[in-house]
């Protein structure tokens, strides 16, 4: 019976690339998976190093800026932070993050877990600034639903939000008149029914609800709205209400972590208030710093800094550069993707029997990746890293397509999502290839998916990223049959071809040689002369060409063929 790749390995079915928070936090299965599948990197352990200090009561470093493109796994550390500041660091469900951080460094894993180990938890405040206008009232609602959802709401204080809804909730139960020319104000004035903002006034627009009440209610009443005893500053609500968890010791504290600030960072450069409404931020973020043993923590995670945020205003910028100037920053990088391909790919055999009969193919490949990867490993022995996170825990994916695939994502796509999203497509991607290829071994070799098997994936991305590429693949395959093309060595060298030129262009030092390209299709070494043949025959079509070094390159669109220039300066 033909043994199937779907046999050997799967596609991890509860597998995410990306976080949602703060969904996905509160999914008890979804927040188990992503805990249990982290991947902490050493950037990652010196990370929660910075946290565990800021955890000591001295500590003055408790606003922090998170800062990084789309890809280097800012809300997966958010979701990992708010699980290690709601629970004990002996709650089971941490148990193999502490794991993998001792793999790293044993003492600070320590110090990380001590810090926790038996301590009550923060209050989280956890935030999707995707749909906030202003920060007042967005992150005074996110403390309200947190207290709310913990039956702690009378520790709250009167904001002018609440202030509002009772005056409103008064009108509606004495004097019917005012609330009956408060409607009619509001539908006239403002397109907007007595409900509609009632409810905005309960959410993270109430700022802009706010400023709407306030001249409807005095032209309807008669008197300006100037309620007693309400909190001036969000700063204010924070601090006192940490002030009162602490000193029930039943919390830590309180922790706020603000994912996808950049919505919130580009609405506030917009606004002819930025000056004004930034100044909030740099309160609470104050708050923070001075907050002593009623711990306050104010985190901001966004693809850009507060600096480089476009203020409509030169007092707009100042305002907003000065706000991150209270934030201790933190810029992350692309997280080690081969390891995180691998986290994908679930074995359903020891992957140490994923070769079994193909010893030599093994090999072949590990000795590939040590020259590809260098001194990338971060193991103590880059040949057992190699052999486990690249050969095999990527599996069946080629070492070269493992490479490659960042570096082209790079260049034909919008963000790391993207590579992520061809490891699921079961039309052109990974997926597909488990569930269709054989895992028989043939002549000592197992067929794996190679480098020219991502053209068909990105193809439709080279028309507005490398239409150079596209158009020298058209004119090429008309100097080919359609066997070649579609299932000859000729084709896929092209196609290979393609992908070197562009993983090149992503960063990729990659020679194109004749056993460069054996790797491209996944050949053995026995059929090097196949690709040879298949090279002579791209290069007396026009198609591709060797430098002097060996090295094979396509020709471009509108370059003449170094055989012709030849060809042409002896005629002269």
Not at 330 to 354: C, G
Not at 407 to 428: K, S
Not at 542 to 553: L, M, P, V
């Amino acid at each position: 019976m033909t043994r199937r790749m779907g046999e050997l390995v799967g596609v991890q079915g509860g597998f995410k690339p990306s976080v949602q928070l703060p969904n996905d936090f509160f999914d008890q299965e979804q927040n188990r998976h992503f805990v249990e599948n982290y991947i902490p990197t050493p950037e990652i352990l010196d990370i929660f190093m910075s946290v565990r200090d800021s955890l000591q009561s001295n500590s003055e470093q408790r606003a922090r800026s998170f800062v990084g493109t789309y890809g280097t796994g800012k809300s997966d550390l958010m979701l990992m932070i708010a699980n290690y500041i709601t629970r004990s660091a002996d709650d089971p469900l941490l148990k193999p993050f502490f794991q993998k951080l001792r793999l790293l460094n044993d003492s600070k894993a320590k110090a990380i877990y001590d810090a926790r180990l038996e301590k009550p938890p923060f209050l989280l405040v956890l935030l999707q600034a995707d749909t906030a206008i202003t920060f007042n009232s967005f992150v005074l609602r996110g403390l309200a639903d947190a207290l709310e959802e913990n039956n702690l709401e009378d520790l709250l204080g009167n904001t002018y939000y609440q202030a509002a809804l009772n005056q409103i909730e008064t009108w509606e139960s004495d004097y019917p008149d005012i609330i009956q020319r408060l409607s009619d104000i509001l539908e006239n004035d403002y397109r907007r029914t007595l409900n509609q903002l009632k409810n905005e006034l309960k959410s993270p627009r109430a700022d802009s609800a706010l400023g709407i009440f306030r001249p409807a209610a005095q032209k309807a009443s008669g008197t300006p709205f100037q309620p007693n005893a309400v909190i001036e500053r969000p700063s204010e609500a924070f601090f006192e209400v940490a002030q009162k968890l602490v000193e029930a010791g039943e919390y830590s504290g309180i922790f706020v972590i603000a994912d996808e600030f950049t919505h919130l960072l580009q609405k506030l450069g917009e606004s002819s208030t930025a000056v004004v409404d930034t100044k909030g931020i740099d309160n609470l973020a104050e708050a923070a710093g001075r907050s002593g043993r009623n711990q306050l923590h104010f985190y901001v995670v966004s693809l850009q800094s507060f600096a480089s945020a476009q203020g409509s205003t030169q007092e707009a910028q100042a305002a907003l550069e000065r706000s991150g100037g209270r934030f201790l920053q933190n810029e992350l990088r692309s997280q080690n993707t081969e390891e995180l391909i691998s986290a994908s790919i679930a074995k359903l055999i020891p992957s140490e029997r994923l070769f079994d009969n193909a010893q030599a193919q093994q090999d072949d490949l590990l000795t590939l990746a040590m020259g590809l990867w260098g001194n990338r490993a971060t193991a103590s022995s880059s040949r057992e890293w190699l052999l486990e996170k690249v050969v095999q825990g990527c599996f069946p994916l080629h070492p070269l397509t493992t490479y490659c695939l960042p570096r082209l994502n790079a260049v034909l796509a919008q963000n790391e999502r993207t590579m992520f999203r061809f490891i699921w497509d079961d039309e052109r991607g990974l997926k597909r290839f488990v569930s269709q290829a054989s895992a028989e071994v043939s002549n000592g070799w197992i067929s794996l998916l190679s480098l020219d098997n991502l053209f068909v994936y990105f193809e439709s991305t080279l028309q507005e990223k490398r239409p150079d590429l596209l158009q020298a693949y058209k004119e090429a395959s008309q100097n080919l049959s359609p066997e070649q093309i579609e299932s000859g060595i000729e084709g896929r060298l092209l196609r290979a071809l393609l992908m070197l030129d562009v993983a090149s262009s992503g960063g990729a030092n990659l020679q194109a040689d004749q056993q460069l390209l054996r790797h491209a299709l996944g050949l053995p070494l026995k059929q090097i002369s196949e690709v040879d043949a298949a090279l002579k025959e791209l290069g007396e079509a026009g198609i591709a060409y060797a430098s002097q070094n060996g090295y094979y390159q396509l020709v471009k669109p509108g370059r003449a063929h170094p055989l012709e220039l030849e060809f042409r300066l002896k005629a002269i």
